[in-house]
């Protein structure tokens, strides 16, 4: 099969590098255009394109995935097969180019958490499992006919960060058994309950402050669905505090108010609606991060001091 790969970040490389070890080398891979990264801006590759290179694959880093050019040299390949990993949303002229179609690998058991922050949102909301789910792609986004999946646990102390890391390694095995299936001609897709699906949109910094007013369970997994990125945040006065790790503890007591904060030796705690969150790790604005018991030696807060 002549098959094109599409994905940019490093949630596609697992995808990529098993479909190399297993004998099936795209005949292009495509991914984002370059751009300058980093504090000294130094223009790099994507993490999909630094895979492609070292194996000697060749590179398409369309501007516009609507370009006609683009669109010619695509079809040149003759494909068979895209499989798309972590990548833009293909107009309809090129998914439905290739022979066997066009699938895309997504975070979620779908038809839950259709969008752009999958991982992210499932921990928010408290999910107990999560998953990973490869589907043929049409016009809707995230509604496809679904070819295969595979479930994950989601332990109380898991973060995004670590969720995604797990589903990327699920995922590159489900991608490898889903391109076997299409090339025996063995898949058997089954539609999505539209009634049972769920959004997982772009999360932007202002939807990541945290509501002290809300219950510490809600709290923690705010924190752990957004850490280590984009990062939970709070006020402190003027200063702006990232929370990436937390933990919850007994009742406070009914007279403290949502996040009034309490140092106990070398524990930081915060009181919630329902009880009080011990912060585990945390960053100043323009800091490193680091564990409480070392911010608390570097930066005091007074008595009834509360974050906001």
């Known amino acids: 099969m002549n098959i094109v ?22 005949v292009a891979v495509v991914t984002a255009p370059d751009k300058p990264r980093g504090r000294g801006q130094q223009v790099s590759f994507t993490p999909v394109k630094d895979c492609a290179v070292k194996n000697s694959l060749t590179v398409l880093q369309p501007a516009s995935l609507h370009d006609p050019a683009f669109i010619s040299s695509l079809a040149s390949f003759h494909p068979d097969l895209f499989i798309v990993v972590a ?11 290739p022979a066997k179609g066009a699938f895309n690998l997504h975070a ?9 922050a999958p991982i992210n949102w499932a921990i928010i909301n408290g999910e107990k499992e999560s998953g990973v789910t490869t589907f043929f792609l049409q016009e809707k986004v995230d509604t496809g006919n ?28 489900i991608v490898l058994q889903t391109v076997r299936l299409i ?13 049972t699906s769920s959004p997982a949109p772009k999360i932007f910094k202002d939807d990541c402050r945290i509501n002290w007013g809300k219950s510490a369970e809600d709290i ?41 904060i309490k140092v106990d030796g070398e524990r930081l705690l915060v009181a919630a609606k329902d009880g009080m969150l011990s912060i585990l ?22 008595s009834r001091d509360t974050l906001r």
């Not at 332990?155 to 095995?173: C, I, K, Q, R, Y």
């Not at 752990?224 to 503890?249: D, Q």
């Open 5 to 26: 790969f599409m994905g940019t970040p490093d949630f596609a490389v697992p995808s990529l590098e098993i479909l190399l070890k297993n004998g099936y080398s795209p």
């Open 87 to 97: 990548f833009r949303i293909l107009p309809a002229k090129v998914f439905s180019m």
């Open 108 to 116: 979620s058991l779908l038809p839950k958490y259709r969008g752009a």
């Open 146 to 173: 679904i070819i295969l999946q595979a479930r994950v646990a989601i332990p109380e102390s898991m973060n995004a960060g670590e969720l995604h890391d797990t589903l990327a390694e699920v995922g590159a095995e």
């Open 183 to 195: 090339e025996m001609g063995k898949t058997h897709p089954r539609n999505q309950d539209d009634a």
């Open 220 to 260: 923690h997994n705010f924190i752990r669905g957004l850490s280590p990125y984009p990062a939970a945040w709070t006020m402190h006065g003027g200063t702006l505090l990232k929370v990436y790790r937390s933990e919850k503890t007994g009742d406070m007591g009914q007279e403290a108010a949502p996040g009034l």
């Open 281 to 302: 790790e945390i960053q100043q604005e323009g800091k490193k991060r680091m564990a409480a018991a070392e911010f608390l030696r570097g930066y005091k807060f007074d």
